[in-house]
Structures are given as C-alpha cells and as structure tokens.
C-alpha cells in the first residue's frame, strides 16, 4: 500500500509541473479554421444536390430539401432499414446505394466529410439526442 501511495505522490508530482493546458490558439487561427470549415460547409451543399453522385440523376436535396428530415444530430441510431444502430456516414451510404443507386462513399472520402458537414451545419443549434426517433 505504502508503494502504491509512493507512485501516486510521484505521478501526481509530475503532472503537477507539467502544463495541462489546451492548445493555444490565436483569433487568426480561429478566423482560418472557420473559413475553412464553411468551405467544407458549401462543398456539401454541391454535393448534396448534385445529380451525379448516383445513377438516377435523383438527388439528396430532393427527399431532403435543405437537409430537411435527416436528424445528425440522432445518430448513432437504431436504423430500420440497416436493421442495426448506425452512424450518420452509415446512413448517408445506405441512400446513396438504395434511393440514388450509386456507389458507397470511403469515410474518409472528402465528400463524406462535406455531407456530414452540410447536414450537421443544417441543423446547428439543435440538442445532441443520440438513438433519437
């Protein structure tokens, strides 16, 4: 117990000199990483509405004007038509597949990123509430 004791004393000692702050950041960087995300942001837009990203010229936009109906903010969730709790990118690869007949995006495909992106900045201020229906 005394060594136990000893090792707590010891690790809490050198924490205690190292700085547990975050990372600073300056009012450029945040003007940057702003426009940058909002970029993300209008890419999404494109890619939402654009009539290529299946093969049926339907488009996102249309069963979801403006990201109407999507709820990232929901996921993860059970998801009916999966038949499991999925993630939003999940989710977003089964109606490229099924309603827009395309082909599954990569999660780390840049438009993923700009349709999560998109769909999230759509519903911005609305409370987190995972596995929501």
């Excluded at 004393?9 to 924490?15: D, E, H, P, S, W």
């Excluded at 890619?47 to 069963?63: A, D, I, Q, W, Y």
Aim: hydrophobic share 35%; net charge positive; charged share 20%.
């Amino acid at each position: 117990m005394k060594n136990i004791l000893m090792s707590v004393a010891v690790i809490y000692g050198l924490l205690g000199t190292t700085s547990l702050t975050a990372d600073e950041f300056s009012n450029k960087n945040l003007k940057h990483w702003k426009s940058e995300y909002q970029f993300v942001v209008k890419e999404g837009r494109k890619v939402f509405t654009n009539p290529r990203l299946g093969s049926n010229t339907v488009t996102c936009n249309e069963c979801h004007p403006n990201a109407a109906n999507t709820h990232p903010e929901t996921y993860p969730k059970f998801q009916k038509q999966l038949g499991k709790v999925v993630t939003i990118s999940e989710m977003i690869n089964w109606c490229i597949a099924n309603p827009l007949e395309g082909k599954k995006m990569r999660l780390s495909d840049p438009r993923m990123t700009a349709l999560i992106a998109y769909i999230t900045e759509e519903r911005r201020g609305v409370n987190l509430s995972p596995g929501k229906h």
